[in-house]
């Protein structure tokens, strides 16, 4: 991961693409409340960058984790998220109409949000 581009040095990043707003969560644990809080302090004191804006979201939320995989229900892991970011990344998370949230064996604990207008995705797309 290229870190020049990223702001944050904590258990939270985030940074801007032309299209994208990532957020890398560094850690995990069973308790997905643990997230709300700790993303939105981020978001509160080091992210000067996005400004909420209106429109339709795609957000994808992936999970990855070393040797068994955690018990934490991907639902609550969701709405954590969702809640933390909402006010930096959109307005509210009712804007989001395309949610994905997985979890994958990877090489380090991590946690890895990336949020896009959703004519952003169909651009790509090619919809």
């Known amino acids: 991961m290229d870190e020049s581009n990223w702001v944050g040095r904590g258990k939270v990043r985030a940074r801007e693409d032309a299209d994208d707003l990532v957020i890398?969560?560094?850690?995990?644990?069973?308790?997905a409340k643990y997230y709300k809080p700790l993303i939105y302090e981020f978001f509160r004191k080091e992210w000067r960058a996005a400004r909420p804006a209106w429109g339709e979201y795609a957000v994808e939320i992936r999970m990855e984790y070393t040797g068994d995989p955690p018990w934490l229900d991907l639902d609550n892991l969701a709405k954590a998220?969702?809640?933390?970011i909402k006010g930096y990344a959109f307005h509210d998370d009712?804007?989001?109409a395309r949610l994905l949230v997985e979890r994958?064996?990877?090489e380090?604990?991590?946690?890895?949000?990336t949020v896009?207008?959703?004519?952003s995705v169909r651009r790509s797309s090619g919809a």
Request: aromatic share 0%; no cysteine.
């Open 94 to 96: 009712a804007q989001v």
């Open 116 to 119: 896009r207008g959703v004519e």
């Open 24 to 31: 890398v969560v560094d850690g995990l644990t069973s308790q």
């Open 81 to 84: 998220i969702l809640d933390a």
């Open 104 to 106: 994958h064996q990877g």
């Open 108 to 113: 380090r604990e991590r946690i890895t949000v």
